[in-house]
């Protein structure tokens, strides 16, 4: 069965440094999202990604957060300068389309630690 | 702004016996619910949905049902197995139409055997 693999597994940065997130999503999936769960809370929406643009995001992803899918694969986030609160599990997420089903199926996740 | 809920956060019950997890949601432009279980560091894994046009969807094991009314849904899961021990989420799909998920706190579930 086709999965969302996520790379890398566990990082662990200094404050301010950059972050890139890997996501190859499934292969017929048109709609992609990243989420995040803080240890201890929720699993809360970041930003929804389709057709090469952003279809929306919330309050947590601001000017820090860019998304893209420089190779038609990879689904990236990238963390321009790291913040101890950015510390948390950052899961991605797709989906065939909006006429299929809404079902989204997620990565394994990559542990962010910011020290 | 807590739209989905889960108000318990761990759940046990005995191997055989059914287990009942709750949801309670205040949005009543959520057109789709979802239940997903998560292993510790691993990703949610989709279990069962259901579409706000219907009041029950059954899989196996696993039945949801929807009260729009109530707005409450809920996820039986019988006969209950020790494998089934997982943090359950209840997700609701936005009125928005990019689909985003809106999650719960998560309720925990022990299997004892």
């Known amino acids: 069965e086709p999965e969302v693999t996520q790379t890398p597994s566990h990082q662990v940065t200094q404050m301010g440094q950059e972050v890139i997130l890997r996501c190859v999503p499934i292969?017929?999936?048109?709609?992609f999202y990243w989420y995040r769960q803080i240890l201890g809370q929720k699993v809360e929406f970041l930003v929804s990604?389709?057709?090469?643009?952003?279809?929306?995001k919330s309050e947590i992803f601001d000017d820090q957060f860019s998304v893209e899918r420089p190779d038609g694969s990879n689904f990236t986030l990238k963390i321009r300068s790291t913040k101890l609160e950015d510390s948390a599990m950052y899961f991605c997420?797709?989906?065939?389309?909006?006429?299929?089903?809404?079902?989204?199926?997620f990565g394994p996740g990559t542990r962010l630690l910011v020290l | 702004d807590q739209q989905v809920k889960q108000n318990s956060p761990s759940l046990s019950v005995q191997e055989g016996r059914i287990s009942i997890l709750n949801c309670d949601y205040t949005?009543?432009?959520?057109?789709?619910f979802l239940w997903y279980k998560k292993y510790p560091a691993e990703g949610p894994t989709f279990l069962i949905s259901?579409?706000?046009?219907?009041d029950k969807n059954e899989d196996g094991r696993f039945t949801v049902f929807l009260n729009k009314s109530a707005k409450h849904l809920s996820l039986h899961i019988v006969p209950s197995q020790p494998g089934d021990s997982a943090v359950y989420f209840c997700?609701?799909?936005?009125?928005?139409?990019?689909?985003?998920?809106?999650f719960g706190q998560g309720t925990t579930l022990q299997v004892k055997p």
């Open positions: 292969s017929n999936h048109l709609y």
């Open positions: 259901i579409s706000s046009i219907k």
């Open positions: 997700a609701a799909k936005g009125s928005s139409n990019t689909g985003k998920l809106i």
């Open positions: 990604f389709y057709n090469n643009e952003i279809s929306e």
């Open positions: 997420a797709t989906r065939p389309g909006l006429a299929g089903p809404s079902t989204q199926y």
């Open positions: 949005n009543s432009m959520f057109d789709y």
